[in-house]
DNA sequence: CTGAATGAC
DNA sequence: GTCATTCAG
């Protein structure tokens, strides 16, 4: 190139500036919302659908099933990062727009008995407000009693969250077993679940473990150590395949496993 | 933290 | 639908 091509030099140059700048420029999507981010580029564990309709939002991932007129699972990060005691206001619960088929609407619960039951849990996604909004669409509750909503559940999901700080992240999977002839709410008939499921999984190495639970849609004060379970006897109920992109060799040790002894309580 | 219910705009 | 307020586990 002749050096009396000054302008275009100096073009690149630029260019390859900015680009060095952009590259080591610390990433702050999580925390703003005014930033654009790549959909999703975090879910790298995203479950199996049994109805083929996985919605991405921005934050957390889910299948969706017009059957039970809820999700069969939700997924999300879960990162130390990401808990913060910011107080937002709640918002109203809305459809989600992204489900084709029409996520329940929340007048289904109202006067049902059933509280809307976060599957992902707005504390989880304080880190922003739309975040937090987000986890209020139709498609990321399920019916469930008062009791064990503010009780047994509430436990688990702030267990997660200390986990989730302890080793700096995690990746959840939570959702209610759906099956036939489940009691309904509401003229859409959204399923009330007899049971429900949560996963974590600390994909950080070394060492790699994982946890599930499942839990009798009742309030209950029994310690939650008594409703592990294995990864592999959830797939058998639920017909999910939950991480279907590990190693297997990973995969088949990390599910067929139901200690608890990798996780503090 | 997890939620509901009510009345006014 | 939004807002403000009050209340319960």
């Not at 000054?6 to 073009?11: D, E, R």
Request: proline share 5%; glycine share 4%.
């Amino acid at each position: 190139m002749h050096l009396k091509n000054k302008p275009f030099v100096y073009l690149l140059l630029l260019l390859l500036i900015s680009a060095v700048i952009y590259l080591f420029l610390p990433n702050k999507d999580r925390n703003n919302d005014n930033v654009t981010t790549v959909i999703n580029s975090d879910f790298n564990y995203l479950p199996t659908s049994t109805t083929n309709t996985i919605i991405k939002h921005q934050y957390y991932s889910l299948s969706y099933h017009e059957d039970y007129e809820q999700a069969e699972w939700v997924a999300y990060e879960l990162k130390k990062e990401d808990l913060s005691n910011s107080n937002r206001k709640r918002p109203y619960f809305i459809q989600d727009k992204k489900v084709k088929t029409q996520s329940a609407d929340y007048r289904n619960y109202k006067n049902s008995g059933y509280t809307k039951g976060h599957l992902c849990p707005a504390a989880d996604r304080k880190f922003s407000k739309n975040a937090y909004d987000e986890t209020f669409l139709t498609s990321n509750i399920s019916p469930q009693k008062g009791d064990f909503n503010s009780g047994i559940w509430n436990r688990l999901e702030r267990k997660t969250r200390y986990w989730a700080n302890k080793d700096e992240q995690l990746f959840v999977v939570t959702g209610g077993i759906l099956k036939n002839n489940l009691k309904t709410i509401g003229q859409e008939k959204v399923a009330v679940p007899e049971q429900f499921y949560k996963i974590l999984l600390d994909y950080s190495e070394p060492e790699i473990k994982a946890i599930a639970f499942l839990v009798p849609h009742e309030e209950s004060k029994a310690p939650l150590y008594k409703f592990v379970v294995s990864i592999d006897s959830l797939e058998t109920i639920t017909g999910i395949d939950f991480f279907p992109t590990l190693p297997d060799t990973i995969e088949e040790k990390l599910e067929s496993n139901s200690s608890y002894k990798d996780w503090s309580f």
